[in-house]
């Protein structure tokens, strides 16, 4: 049974500072990609930032460049989102997401989301 654990969220003033971290079980953790993504009140679900399996390479939203950082230990199956000078507008369910291909076969999962609140 695959599981996406995210935890790391909470309540921090602007200019902050928050680590997110989201333990995977029930795969192969080494072969998927993992992305972070966020969700605020009344707007779409986005990309904040994605991973390769190897951690080779990384992608950003660019309202988050610079300020997040995201990152992966496969020994620990943990995908981190360091998240720097936070502002209001990041506020938002923050998703861990899956991804990973079996021949022609897709395979995506999605956590259950952890709150970030950005406020003073």
């Known amino acids: 049974q695959v599981q996406l654990v995210e935890s790391g969220g909470g309540l921090v003033q602007p200019g902050g500072s928050l680590r997110l971290s989201c333990v995977a079980s029930?795969?192969?953790?080494?072969?998927?990609?993992m992305s972070w993504y966020r969700q605020a009140p009344g707007k779409e679900r986005e990309l904040v930032a994605r991973?390769?399996?190897?951690?080779?390479?990384?992608n950003y939203a660019d309202s988050v460049k610079g300020r997040f950082t995201i990152s992966r230990d496969n020994a620990k199956n943990t995908v981190y989102l360091q998240m720097n000078s936070l502002k209001p507008e990041d506020t938002a369910v923050y998703y861990c997401?899956?991804?990973?291909?079996?021949?022609?076969?897709?395979?995506?999962?999605w956590g259950q989301g952890t709150q970030v609140t950005v406020s003073s």
């Open positions: 997401y899956a991804l990973w291909m079996v021949i022609t076969w897709k395979y995506d999962y």
């Open positions: 029930g795969f192969t953790f080494s072969s998927a990609a």
């Open positions: 991973i390769t399996s190897a951690g080779g390479s990384t």
